[in-house]
């Protein structure tokens, strides 16, 4: 298996700088929040939320460009004998981890950002560029939708951590190198 994989096709080099850029600004992003999130009110907490819905927008555009690339330049096939090893059940995971990863990269920061909205507290890019409210002001929307974006965050880290694992048992167990298409070292 292994000449096989020396074969195939590595990602391209935008895809694999997009797939760990995004990697590691979801993590950071996530932790942040963790952090930020049963601060006391105060200037730094308040300080902290408005890094926060930066990072979450600039997530968005970068899933935006991840996801406009990808769909330009599709994933190299996986090597014929990995998929001939693999069960049926972890083709069927792998396809439906992807998808539900590219869904959540957007749903979690349009949550975030319809949360914000309906809090009343307006989302300005970096302090200079404010953007426009998703939702009008609403107290009670604002509490029905704060929840989402918290399960949907938790959802997303759930599936990055699966993710990890899945690439883990591949380079450790298997040991079939499917890491090194995703490699920052050729």
Known sequence: ????????????????????????????????????????????RLKLFNWHKWAGISILALSALRLA????????????????AMPAWQLKAHHAT???LYTLFFIVPLIGWAYTSAAGFPVVLFGQLPLPDLVSADKALA????????????????????????ALKHQLIDRDGLLKRMSLRG
């Open 1 to 44: 298996m292994q000449s096989e994989l020396k074969a195939t096709v590595r990602y391209n080099p935008v895809s694999i700088i997009l797939h760990w850029v995004l990697g590691a600004a979801l993590v950071a992003i996530f932790v942040f929040g963790i952090y930020m999130a049963d601060l006391p009110f105060s200037p730094t």
């Open 69 to 84: 690339w990808r769909l330009s330049h599709p994933a190299p096939a996986l090597p014929g004998k990995m998929v001939q």
């Open 98 to 100: 992807h998808i539900a």
């Open 143 to 166: 509490a029905l939708i704060k929840p989402w974006h918290e399960i949907s965050a938790f959802a997303l880290a759930g599936l990055v951590v699966l993710h990890i694992a899945a």
